[in-house]
């Protein structure tokens, strides 16, 4: 799916962003476990730059073009529910009266 609720930067970029957030996240836990039992709070400065890039991508998020989507989504899953309802009265119809037929 792409990405079509962000704002001020594009794809790409974001992309990356999300990468190097993964990057800096995998770091500083392969760093905390490597440092179990020696200094427990070491890791924090590595949490925290993976924590500030993640908070840098969730501040580029458009609400507005994510409520949207959002919407578009809710639209598209009672459209759905609304075809399915109509199938199964049908056939139930036709298992009726074909039910009665024999």
Known sequence: MRFIFKKNISEVEFRKGYELFRKKA???RTF???NIGKDPLASIDKYLEA???AEN???SID???LKELQRMFQ???WREWIIAGIIGALIG???NLISKIF
């Open 93 to 95: 119809f036709f298992l």
């Open 63 to 65: 609400d507005d073009k």
């Open 32 to 34: 905390e476990l490597s």
């Open 75 to 77: 639209m598209h899953k």
């Open 51 to 53: 924590t500030l890039i």
């Open 57 to 59: 991508l969730l501040g």
């Open 26 to 28: 995998v770091e500083a």
